[in-house]
């Protein structure tokens, strides 16, 4: 069975520019949530989509959004990007069902210079 | 929304000692799972607790639910250097979204 896929793995944008990573979930996985990671922060929920729809949302700027398609894949956008949203970006899977686990896709590391 | 506070934030321990990480919450959690993550990889399950009290034991780790499941800890008994990593609780609310720590980040020394 396929883990959770992140691509692009690397990413250097340029401040002001948008950018767009994608996540595929692990087959018959319909949860998929989104994190931020930076050194000293931990992990920082950005959103959550069950089943194409966005069921939880942390607290960061429009900037950030996302979505999800009936197969389950999940994209995020940053749009204007900023030198401080330089990051890991993580996707984590899960059933639904109940609270399962999550399981972690490698991340997409975000570069703004 | 629902915060968990992680503490220590930073452990060195000398290969062959005890390590012990605390999570708290100052709401009543339904369930807390705990995640390690390597130096340059990416959080991986451990386990999840979910009733009030509960312990359980992965080989050298333990794992423990409060009473009030308020509060997780994880303790890792004689580390090696494979222990080594950042160690995560999560804990989720009634939105079942899962809201991380901040994270305890181990070292082992050899």
């Known amino acids: 069975k396929a883990g959770v896929t992140q691509t692009p793995r690397y990413l250097i944008k340029t401040r002001g520019q948008q950018v767009t990573l994608s996540c595929s979930p692990i087959s018959g996985h319909r949860s998929v949530s989104w994190y931020q990671q930076t050194p000293g922060q931990g992990l920082q929920f950005l959103f959550e989509?069950?089943?194409?729809?966005?069921?939880n949302k942390g607290n960061f700027p429009g900037r950030f959004s996302g979505r999800q398609f009936s197969n389950s894949r999940s994209e995020m956008n940053v749009s204007t990007l900023e030198l401080g949203d330089s990051a890991l970006y993580l996707c984590a899977s899960r059933q639904g069902q109940g609270v399962p686990e999550a399981f972690f896709g490698q991340g997409t590391r975000l570069t703004v210079v | 929304g629902q915060q968990v506070m992680q503490i220590p934030q930073y452990q060195h321990v000398q290969e062959g000692e005890d390590f012990t990480t605390y999570c708290n919450s100052s709401?009543?959690?339904?369930?807390i799972q705990w995640y390690k993550q390597r130096p340059g990889g990416h959080p991986v399950f451990l386990i999840q607790l979910v009733k009030s009290g509960e312990v359980k034991k992965q080989k050298r780790l333990t794992f423990q639910f409060g009473e009030a499941k308020k509060n997780s800890s994880l303790h890792i008994t004689a580390t090696q250097t494979t222990d080594v990593g950042t160690y995560f609780c999560?804990?989720?609310?009634?939105?079942?979204?899962?809201?991380f720590g901040s994270g305890t980040q181990l070292t082992v020394l050899p």
């Open positions: 989509y069950f089943s194409e729809t966005q069921r």
């Open positions: 999560a804990a989720s609310g009634s939105a079942r979204q899962l809201t």
């Open positions: 709401t009543t959690l339904s369930n």
